[in-house]
């Protein structure tokens, strides 16, 4: 019974938890090839479950600063939805601030 803009405020207060990444940060995150190294080490996607053994040495995957591994249309959903690494609430940018 949630209703976007109606009177659902109340109970949850998890204000500041779910922040999407920044788009910039989405797009650029790292590819790679699945190899022998990330099944030994990310047997399967922590989002879906499903078994890296199976693109192995085909379809590129992401790889997040923190080193997890993860599909990339699984990571590119669930960034959308919040800024943390799933496994260790690595936190990703929500606003642009490469200055440096
Ligand atoms: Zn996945
Ligand atoms: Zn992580």
């Not at 990571?75 to 990703?92: D, N």
Request: with cysteine; hydrophobic share 35%.
């Amino acid at each position: 019974m949630l209703e976007p803009g109606g009177a659902v405020g109340v109970r949850g207060g998890g204000v500041g938890g779910m922040i999407p990444a920044i788009k910039s940060s989405i797009d650029g995150l790292e590819q790679v090839t699945v190899d022998i190294t990330i099944i030994t080490h990310s047997p399967s996607c922590s989002i879906c479950l499903e078994d890296f053994a199976a693109y192995y040495q085909q379809e590129p995957i992401t790889r997040l600063p923190c080193g997890h591994h993860y599909h990339v249309h699984c990571i590119v959903q669930w960034l959308e939805f919040s800024h943390l690494c799933p496994l260790c609430r690595y936190q990703m940018p929500t606003k642009d601030d490469q200055s440096n």
